[in-house]
């Protein structure tokens, strides 16, 4: 706009120049060597400029030509330096990767690919707040706005700083509705701000788009019920959580949070049978030491016999199962029966060679044998065996690896949602995935 308005001040003094010299042309007399030239002085500076312009001509070509080699070399050697770069973020190379980000940067000045490789560089050396700078010069532009923000999005998420990436999503959206990255970001920001009916709406997009499919929806609306469930028991009192926990429960069978859940709200409201039932269908499902306990301590004062009664019904809804085995022969250790208790654990405890041997059934063998008299060195044979053994099934994040104490709507650790399984730890260091992608990595079309 500067530049307009300025061309067009000089074309009007240019015009009334002109037109000062139409209306005083003056008068011009030349006389050499017998020649005589009669002009106006008008005419005369009009041919001066003329010829001077005629002679600078070559000069301007010239310039024009070395500038536009110039500019040719300086686009090439950004293109290498780009090409160089993301060899070297894809090689995991920080110095290499900072180096030719900043070559780029500097030959390509402004240039997309190039803000977007300084960022992954200093991302990659850990300097934070310069990735954030690089990505905020991506908001500028209406071609780069989405990536900059996917790029101040994660770094938003990875510090846990859930309102401000909630902001950067919903401004996202407005850019790209069905981007499934985006969808699946903005449910676990919501998840993770613990904004239920906000995921559930997000779920739905997800749906409506074939993000996800029928079952997982499901699942995932299961677990949000769960959640509204824990939280309706400070808010709206034990009727809304015993019922958000039913739907949590039909919609996910195996959620043994959600069983143990319903099981203590009838249990309190005086129906321990009906939490029985739950358990025994859990414990079919998924059996976890956490059920049998829940179980147990459904009848309060319970002789140890009338409570092995009860247990009974709760192996017979899984009996084959190793956690059943285990209960079975603590049930028969605590009631004397030590031949049937050594019954159920020798095929457990395994063999010396057997590294697969189970932990608990060591132990529990070591205190029979200990009960049957049959000397300290023996007992100390089946602790040993015990501290070899496989370790003792836990909650672990299938995307992370972390162990949190108890199950999660989300891994406290990264975020991810619904990534808790239950199982030994040997099996999940089998499935736990390595470090994510880059942005770079995560942004395709490069
Ligand atoms: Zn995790």
Not at 48 to 53: D, G, I, K, R, S
Not at 301 to 322: D, F, G
Not at 413 to 421: H, I, K, R
């Amino acid at each position: 706009m500067v530049r307009l308005l300025r061309l067009f001040a000089i074309l009007i003094a240019i015009a009334l120049a002109v037109a000062w010299l139409a209306d005083n042309p003056g008068h011009l007399t030349l006389e050499w060597r017998g020649y005589r030239i009669e002009s106006s002085f008008a005419l005369l500076l009009l041919s001066a400029n003329f010829f001077y312009a005629l002679l600078h001509a070559p000069l301007w070509a010239y310039g024009w030509w070395r500038g536009a080699r110039g500019q040719l070399a300086r686009q090439s050697s950004g293109l290498e330096a780009l090409t160089r770069g993301m060899t070297a973020i894809a090689a995991g190379n920080a110095r290499d990767a900072q180096r030719f980000a900043a070559r780029a940067g500097r030959l390509l000045n402004g240039k997309p690919l190039a803000l977007l490789m300084q960022a992954q560089a200093a991302e990659m050396r850990g300097d934070e707040a310069a990735a954030r700078g690089y990505f905020q010069s991506m908001l500028a532009t209406p071609e780069t706005e989405f990536l900059g923000l996917r790029g101040l999005l994660t770094q938003a998420v990875r510090q846990g700083d859930t309102d401000y990436a909630g902001r950067l999503a919903d401004r996202a959206m407005r850019l790209q509705p069905k981007s499934p990255w985006l969808i699946h970001q903005k449910f676990e920001i919501e998840c993770a701000a613990g904004a239920w009916p906000q995921a559930r709406e997000t779920l739905g997009r997800a749906a409506q788009t074939k993000q996800i499919t029928r079952p997982e929806r499901n699942r995932r609306l299961a677990l949000l019920a769960y959640a509204v469930a824990r939280e309706a028991l400070e808010k709206d009192g034990d009727a809304e959580a015993l019922a958000q926990a039913r739907a949590a429960l039909k919609g996910a069978p195996d959620l043994v949070p959600a069983a143990l859940l319903v099981a203590d709200l009838l249990a309190r409201s005086g129906k321990p049978d009906r939490a029985a039932r739950v358990l025994e269908k859990s414990w079919a499902v998924s059996p976890q030491p956490d059920v049998a306990v829940a179980y147990e301590a459904l009848v309060p004062n319970e002789t140890p016999s009338r409570m092995a009664v009860r247990l009974r019904k709760l192996i017979a809804a899984n009996p084959q199962h190793v956690e059943s085995r285990l209960l079975g022969a603590e049930m028969a250790l605590a009631a004397g029966e030590t031949a049937r208790a050594r019954e159920l654990l020798t095929p457990l405890a395994g063999s010396a060679e057997n590294i697969h041997a189970n932990r608990r059934a060591c132990l529990m063998m070591a205190q029979l044998v200990r009960a049957q008299g049959m000397g300290e060195q023996e007992v100390q044979r089946w602790l040993a065996r015990a501290s070899q053994a496989a370790p003792d099934p836990v909650w672990q994040c299938r995307a992370c690896g972390k162990q949190p104490p108890d199950w999660r709507i989300t891994c406290p650790s990264c975020g991810e949602f619904d990534s808790l399984a239950w199982g030994t730890r040997a099996a999940h260091f089998a499935t736990a995935s390595g470090s994510k992608p880059g942005l770079l990595a995560q942004a395709a079309p490069l």
